[in-house]
């Protein structure tokens, strides 16, 4: 009889434990973006294949119970010969859903994944803004967006590494 009652409490137990991670996408949208052509402006002969720059920064809000707002902020600078020829500036965010996840699992989750959700619709922005300001269609590679947040664990610890080590006057 006692095998009984305790059997009947397990599955309950084991049920909320193996419930699966739930990421809903609510939106996606454009926070900020900024195309500036300088070729054009300086009235650049565009000799050469430009040198691409792409720097990626990632940031996480929680917006209300469950629901988090996640920006991708992507800079990028074209060159030839050290001299800009456009610079392109892209916010691209999301409201997800999000639950289901531990709490120490939480931060991680929300910049691995949901920016790689996101990412295809963040690439043809790209490619369609630099097509349109006068420039083939710049077509991102694939971001490895847990690099991404392992370097950002690295640089903080170092950070407070380095902060630990300095004596406070």
Request: glycine share 4%; proline share 7%; net charge negative.
């Amino acid at each position: 009889m006692a095998d009984e009652q305790s059997n009947g409490a397990a599955p309950e137990a084991a049920a909320e434990a193996s419930t699966p991670p739930r990421l809903q996408v609510i939106t996606q949208y454009i926070r900020d973006l900024s195309f500036e052509n300088i070729a054009v402006q300086k009235s650049m002969k565009i000799d050469g294949n430009p040198e691409v720059s792409v720097q990626v920064a990632l940031d996480a809000n929680k917006r209300d119970e469950n629901v988090f707002e996640v920006v991708t902020k992507v800079k990028i600078d074209s060159k030839v010969q050290d001299q800009s020829i456009f610079i392109m500036e892209l916010e691209y965010a999301g409201q997800f859903r999000v639950e289901n996840v531990p709490d120490a699992q939480l931060h991680p989750f929300l910049m691995i994944e949901c920016p790689r959700m996101i990412f295809p619709y963040l690439r043809r922005i790209v490619g369609d803004v630099t097509r349109d300001g006068g420039f083939p269609p710049l077509n991102l590679e694939n971001i490895d967006f847990l690099a991404i947040y392992r370097q950002e664990i690295a640089r903080r610890q170092a950070e407070q590494q380095k902060g630990e080590g300095t004596p406070v006057s």
